[in-house]
């Protein structure tokens, strides 16, 4: 999409998209001024005058959680698991991570010098992590790569609009059934997780959450942390094979050089590609005006390769500095997740580090991310040599 957005952004960097109905802007000021300013640009899709209430039982969850709220509600969401998501809480659990991350790599790293970076390390990693903090069993990963994949799935040409909206009902009502019994589960028995957290917020008269908001807040934190952060572990193994010399070698050992390098994949490969607001008044942005209950995408690909922002922007530097990116958003919605994903992509590069040489992509077509907002590829075949 890159050449697309570069185009875009000298000759429409706000334009109206009208096959879509929406807005898109793709500078980088721009697309920081609809992220900041809550008031003039809602994260709420039920502010858009074209917006349609969903019908099936279960379908609106996802609505109810801090991601679609603006403050003053979406504070107080975010507050009930906040403290959870903090690096220095995080920090604690690093040894454990690192052996999970260890385990998945033992069974996958061989004499026989391949293995997929996404089946083997990028999509099951983060899955067991978060399976782990919210307290629901890491068996049902398979299900939970269906539920996420699904969600985040663009509508295909080969599927009616109709069965494709089916699909998507189905699994919601999956996830709220699954989530439904784990939350009873977690009442009669607490524990020191997440939807024990989830769930005591919940209780009783006064309650901070009501039952919906409980649901989506465990179905968001399922889904929202996976598709990323797979993508962003597997667009980094990506982007070092690709880089000049062997980037490997340079970062093997070293947090730093590792840490800042990730923050470059956030950049010039991000996970999350685009994100959407409605306008709630009228707004003129480059000339153009926007009128309240329009959509608007904010490409956050396209500010993060932004010339007037990024010195050589469509190069790949490991050491950047600056590295102001979007990629995880900016703002009241900055990701919540940002320091997991952060950690998780270091304790899983630099476990992946240890054990391989060598690298190189394995001559195959990649298949891209089949979703609108998601950057990266289905699967990453890699050659190496085992380090000893
Ligand atoms: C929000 C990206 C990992 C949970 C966001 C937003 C972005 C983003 C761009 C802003 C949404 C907006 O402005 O509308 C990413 C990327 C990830 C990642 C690129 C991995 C590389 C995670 C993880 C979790 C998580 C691991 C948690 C398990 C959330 C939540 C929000 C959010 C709950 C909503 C925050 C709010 O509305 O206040 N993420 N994310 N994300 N992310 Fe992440």
């Known amino acids: 999409p890159f050449d697309w957005y570069a185009r875009m952004r000298e000759t429409a960097p706000v334009r109206y998209d009208p096959e879509r ?13 609809v992220l900041d300013d809550d008031d003039v640009f809602s994260v709420d899709p039920r502010e858009a005058t074209d917006f349609v209430e969903p019908e099936g039982p279960g379908e609106g ?4 959680t801090m991601l679609f709220e603006d403050p003053p509600r979406h504070d107080e969401l975010r507050g009930v698991v906040d403290e959870w998501f903090q690096p220095r809480t995080l920090a604690d659990r ?3 991570f690192r052996e999970l991350a260890s385990e998945l790599l033992d069974d996958a790293v061989g004499a026989d010098g391949r293995l997929d970076v996404v089946e083997d390390l990028a999509y099951p990693f983060p899955v067991t992590v978060i399976a782990e903090l919210l307290g629901v069993p890491a068996s049902d990963r398979d299900r939970f790569k269906t539920w996420s994949n699904t969600l ?22 999956e996830m709220a059934q699954y989530f439904l ?6 009442r009669e028995d607490p524990r020191d997780d997440l939807l024990s957290v989830i769930v005591t917020a919940e209780s009783g008269a006064g309650g901070r959450l009501s039952r919906e908001e409980a649901l989506g807040m465990c179905i968001l934190l399922l889904v ?38 990730v923050e470059e994949v956030l950049r010039y490969r991000s996970p999350v590609q685009a994100m959407s607001r409605v306008a709630t008044e009228d707004v003129t942005m480059r000339g153009e005006t926007i009128e309240a209950g329009d959509r608007i995408i904010a490409w956050l690909g ?18 950047r500095s600056p590295n102001q990116h ?15 994903a952060r950690l998780e992509a270091k304790v899983g590069l630099s476990e992946l580090l240890d054990r391989v040489e060598n690298v190189r992509l394995a001559d195959v077509p990649l298949q891209p991310t089949r979703s609108s907002f998601i950057y990266g590829v289905e699967s990453l075949p890699v050659r190496y040599d085992e380090r000893r």
């Open 181 to 186: 019994e784990m939350i009873e589960d977690r």
């Open 61 to 64: 969850l996802i609505l109810d």
């Open 152 to 173: 985040v799935e663009a509508a295909s040409d080969d599927e009616s609009a109709d069965a494709f909206a089916d699909r998507q009902q189905q699994i919601q009502m």
């Open 302 to 319: 396209s500010a993060n390769r932004d010339e007037r922002q990024f010195e050589a922007a469509d190069a790949f530097r490991p050491d």
């Open 94 to 96: 690093e040894p454990h």
């Open 224 to 261: 929202a942390g996976n598709i990323t952060t797979t993508n962003l572990i597997a667009n980094a193994v990506r982007c070092f094979a690709e880089a000049d010399g062997d980037l490997f070698d340079e970062l093997r050992g070293d947090d730093r050089a590792l840490t800042s390098a």
């Open 21 to 33: 109905r929406t807005w898109d802007v793709f500078r980088y000021d721009d697309v920081k001024r």
């Open 326 to 340: 979007v990629g995880f958003g900016h703002g009241t919605h900055y990701c919540l997740g940002a320091p997991l």
